[in-house]
């Protein structure tokens, strides 16, 4: 006899059940983000501020006020992970081989230049100011790679300790929103293109919803650019890896329980290989291809479209929610010093290579 998995009292079900709360106030989030939007345009006849940035601002408040318990965890987690990386991929479908090309093979060998330029630098300001070096490492490769998820996967590499890790964490979190909010305004003074400000937003953006958030106020074309050239960047977080890898055993012993559970499991020396190159980029890759070819018929394209920016949203309202911002006030002068620090030689850097290959 079939077993029913979706029976009454299944694991599928009660899995299914503990992701209502957190994805229920993730899309009350998104909700009041497209009512305020919505109120923009009523009001001044134009939305200001985009619903995605509204989402994070909103999430940000409600977990500034209010931390949630434990029942609320499993659907913040799902619609900040999950649904981002179908948005992701559904994202791929909007960028066709003409998008790539119009970026240049200049800004795509750049990208690594920018990566490796960045993460030397993150760490000499990490050291100068005095950071333990596991500490500065985390800091450089959260800055110059994808934030959060270079932390991750770089810590067990490097055996960091947790304190460290989940310290680098906060910072990449609260700092990933005030980029977002800042850079359009940055991109505007400057009066950069959409493929310039793209790029901008690409190489200096940690997260992937956060580089659409925060290219979006400059138009569909700085959101394909910024997104091919961040998941550009995230790609470079397998060499990286490895090469960490191999010097580790040089780190010396400061840094030793990365992980919570170290104690209970071998160490790895590195991440599995599709934690390097997640399901989502590939799916992102693919849907270029399918597009480039003609594969994905144009009257599916504008619901592909819209069901990636609806699910982008809701896992902005997830990131918002969580962001508290009082983690930065908590974790010191020196690490708040390097992640800024850091931040802005990234930016100079970035904009020093789209002035170079004089992006259009």
């Known amino acids: ?13 009660s899995r299914a059940g503990g992701l209502l709360p957190g994805l229920a106030l993730c899309v ?10 919505a109120a923009e345009v009523a009001l001044f006849g134009q939305a200001w501020i985009e619903a995605l940035v509204l989402a994070i601002l909103i999430g940000t408040v409600i977990r ?4 949630p318990s434990a029942r609320w965890h499993p659907g913040i987690g799902f619609s900040a992970k999950i649904l981002l990386e179908v948005a992701v991929v559904l994202l791929g479908a909007s960028v066709s081989a003409a998008t790539i090309l119009s970026a240049g093979p200049a800004l795509l060998l750049g990208i690594a230049a920018v990566v490796a330029m960045a993460l030397l630098a993150g760490f000499g300001i990490g050291r100068l100011l005095g950071l333990p070096v596991r500490m500065a490492v985390l800091v450089a490769c959260g800055n110059a790679i994808c934030g959060n998820s270079a932390i991750a996967a770089v810590a067990p590499v490097i055996d960091a300790h947790s304190d460290d890790v989940a310290a680098s964490i906060a910072f990449t979190a609260v700092l990933g929103v005030a980029v977002v ?4 305004l940055l991109g505007i003074g400057l009066q950069l293109s959409g493929v310039q400000y793209g790029a901008l937003a690409g190489l200096t953006v940690y997260a992937v919803p956060q580089v659409i958030a925060a290219a979006a106020p400059l138009g569909a074309t700085a959101v394909q650019i910024g997104t091919l050239v961040k998941l550009v960047r995230v790609l470079m977080l397998g060499p990286v890896c490895l090469l960490l890898s191999l010097l580790a055993p040089r780190l010396g012993g400061e840094g030793a329980g990365a ?4 104690a209970e ?4 020396t590195h991440p599995p290989v599709h934690h390097l190159v997640p399901w989502f980029i590939q799916g992102f890759l693919a849907m270029i291809v399918l597009r ?12 592909m479209e819209h069901a990636a920016t609806l699910l982008t949203v809701v896992s902005m309202a997830a990131l918002g929610l969580g962001v508290d911002v009082r983690t930065v006030a908590r974790a010191g002068g020196r690490v708040t010093a390097a992640v800024v620090l850091s931040l802005l030689v990234l930016g100079g850097i970035s904009l020093t290579l789209i002035r170079l290959i004089g992006l259009a």
């Not at 006899?1 to 009292?9: E, H, N």
């Not at 500034?64 to 931390?67: G, L, M, N, P, V």
């Not at 499991?265 to 790895?268: C, F, I, S, Y």
């Open 1 to 13: 006899m079939v077993r029913d998995t979706a029976a009454p009292g299944s694991p599928v079900l």
């Open 28 to 37: 009350a989030v998104t909700a009041l983000a497209f009512a305020a939007s």
């Open 64 to 67: 500034t006020a209010w931390t």
């Open 181 to 184: 909010l800042g850079l359009p």
């Open 259 to 262: 992980c919570a559970d170290m």
């Open 265 to 268: 499991r071998p160490r790895r």
């Open 292 to 303: 480039s070819l003609g594969l994905i018929p144009p009257a599916a394209l504008p619901a």
